[in-house]
């Protein structure tokens, strides 16, 4: 099937819009990949960040068993904004603090 000469122009205009709109969609996908990774790393960033800072904060009061003294520490970071929750297990896997129990677990 051969098109005529008067419609190529138009056919030429529909192929170039096409293969546009699929280029744009591609790289809009790319960088919104691009964007949840970045966003997802810092995130991770930031948690490492807490952690360390908290296990600093209270590794002496993890080695007495001070939960008291613990929760006292993490009041600290659970003010900001990000951080919405801090549980704490021993190595053993001992339940010791949920900062969203308003109670300090006995025994």
């Known amino acids: 099937m051969r098109i005529p ?5 138009t056919l030429l205009a529909v192929l ?10 591609v790289f809009l996908y790319g ?3 691009r964007r949840v ?14 952690f360390n800072t908290m296990s600093q904060q209270v590794s002496d009061s993890l080695y007495f068993d001070d939960i008291e003294r613990i929760r006292k520490d ?11 929750r801090i549980a704490i ?7 010791l603090l949920d900062t969203n129990q308003p109670k300090v ?3």
Not at 5 to 9: A, F, K, S, V
Not at 37 to 50: C, D, I, S, W, Y
Not at 74 to 84: G, I, N, P, S, Y
Not at 89 to 95: A, C, E, V, Y
């Open 37 to 50: 990774n970045a966003v997802f790393h810092e995130a991770e960033r930031q948690g490492e960040f807490l």
């Open 74 to 84: 993490t009041d600290v970071l659970t003010a900001q904004q990000q951080v919405r």
């Open 31 to 33: 960088e919104s990949q």
């Open 5 to 9: 000469p008067e419609r190529q122009p």
């Open 16 to 25: 170039l819009s096409i293969a546009s709109v699929v280029g744009v969609a």
């Open 105 to 107: 677990p006995e025994g």
């Open 89 to 95: 297990f021993t190595d053993n896997g001992q339940f």
